[in-house]
């Protein structure tokens, strides 16, 4: 174990070069940065060994309580969480679902025990990516759960920005229907809030449509008689 600038115990994995952060669709050949919730002094080593022994460095940031991680999620940014979720201050899903709460677009891997899955299993059905079984890990399982859990989760977030703006792209077309009170003389159009006003000026509101003006044959032969050449209004085939 190493010790961190910011005080926290680090399992240093890592190869030489500027480290690179993970990105949607693919894991750079670079350094993950993780955060690891787990207490027990024989899984941090186990962990730490394995960070090491990964073709892509892992670097874990470790902490024992759940509030040292959330505090931790605040100051900084991570690729990815690990997780167990039987710590001193929180037992059971609460740790998840507050590690969650505390990032909610960092995505969340599972540490269970052997023979104690039933917990685990749930907390991906609530948006964990995926779970590790400590008795049954090893550097290649490690490596592919944090791989696919980064990749997993940036085409969630994709999705999810993609539905946010259509979403507000809908919110913004109007459309037109039911019954459209119109004046029979003079045409203007009553408006939602009672007020008559120009044809041109409501649709303009309710339509994003822009008009552009001009004369009918009619009416250039009403208006302007000099300019008009006398022809059928309607246009050529």
């Avoid at 605040?74 to 001193?88: A, C, E, N, W």
Wanted: aromatic share 6%; proline share 4%.
């Amino acid at each position: 174990m190493q010790t961190g600038p910011d005080g926290k115990k680090t399992a240093d994995g890592a190869i030489s070069g500027s480290p690179e952060r993970a990105s949607c669709g693919r894991v750079k050949a670079g350094q993950i940065k993780a955060l690891l919730l787990e207490d027990d002094p024989e899984d941090l080593t186990i962990l730490g060994k394995m960070a090491k022994e990964t073709d892509r460095a892992i670097k874990f940031s470790s902490v024992g309580r759940l509030s040292e991680a959330v505090e931790l999620l605040k100051s900084g940014q991570f690729d990815l969480i690990i997780s167990d979720l039987t710590v001193p201050d929180s037992r059971g899903l609460d740790t998840f679902r507050r590690l969650r709460a505390a990032a909610p677009g960092t995505p969340i891997v599972v540490l269970t025990g052997m023979g104690d899955e039933t917990m685990s299993v749930q907390a991906v059905r609530e948006g964990a990516q995926d779970y590790l079984v400590k008795g049954e890990l090893s550097s290649a399982s490690l490596m592919r759960a944090a791989k696919y859990a980064i990749e997993r989760n940036c085409l969630i977030q994709e999705r999810l920005k993609l539905i946010d703006e259509l979403t507000r792209a809908l919110s913004k077309v109007k459309v037109l229907s039911g019954l459209l009170p119109i004046c029979a003389g003079c045409k203007k159009i009553r408006n939602d809030q009672g007020y008559w006003e120009q044809v041109e000026q409501y649709l303009r509101e309710h339509a994003d449509i822009e008009f552009t003006h001009g004369f009918c044959p009619d009416c250039m032969q009403r208006f302007y008689p000099e300019f008009s050449k006398k022809k059928d209004s309607k246009p050529d085939a």
